[in-house]
Nanobody
Framework: VQLVESGGGLVQAGGSLRLSCAAS????????MAWFRQTPGKEREFVAA????????SYGDSVKGRFTISRDNAKNTVYLQMNSLKPEDTAVYHC????????????????WGQGTQVTVSS
C-alpha cells in the first residue's frame, strides 16, 4: 500500500485543519489506517486509528475530543479532522496502514507515508 498525505500547514491556536491520506495499491479498503505524529528527537506518537470499514475508531489521549478520523473507501482516502489545535500539536503527521486494527504501536504498521507538517502558532 502506498500512502500520500496532504493538508498540513500553519494555523493559529484554536484553529482547525483537515489532513488527507490518499492510498493506492491492492485491497486498500481492507486495511486499517492510522495517523501518527512525530517531533524532532521523539518517537512517533499514536494519534488515531480506524478499521477497514470505519466501524471502529481509537484515539490517543492527547487528542480525544478534538480530532476525528474518518475514511471514504470509494476514494481510498483517510481523513483527520483536527479542531481546537494547540501549539503542542505541532509535528509531522504520518499516515500508516496495516491489515489488523487495534494497535497503537508504530512498529506494528507496515506501510507509511512521507508525512505532512502541521505547525500551530500561539
Amino acid at each position: 500500500v502506498q500512502l500520500v498525505e496532504s493538508g498540513g500547514g500553519l494555523v493559529q491556536a484554536g484553529g482547525s485543519l483537515r489532513l488527507s491520506c490518499a492510498a493506492s495499491g491492492r485491497a486498500v479498503s481492507s486495511y486499517a489506517m492510522a495517523w501518527f505524529r512525530q517531533t524532532p528527537g521523539k518517537e512517533r506518537e499514536f494519534v488515531a486509528a480506524i478499521n477497514f470499514n470505519g466501524g471502529n475508531k481509537s484515539y490517543g489521549d492527547s487528542v480525544k475530543g478534538r480530532f476525528t478520523i474518518s475514511r471514504d473507501n470509494a476514494k481510498n482516502t483517510v481523513y483527520l479532522q483536527m479542531n481546537s489545535l494547540k501549539p503542542e500539536d505541532t509535528a509531522v503527521y504520518h499516515c500508516a496502514a496495516d491489515l489488523v486494527f487495534g494497535s497503537s504501536t508504530a512498529t506494528d504498521f507496515g506501510s507509511w507515508g512521507q508525512g505532512t507538517q502541521v505547525t500551530v502558532s500561539s
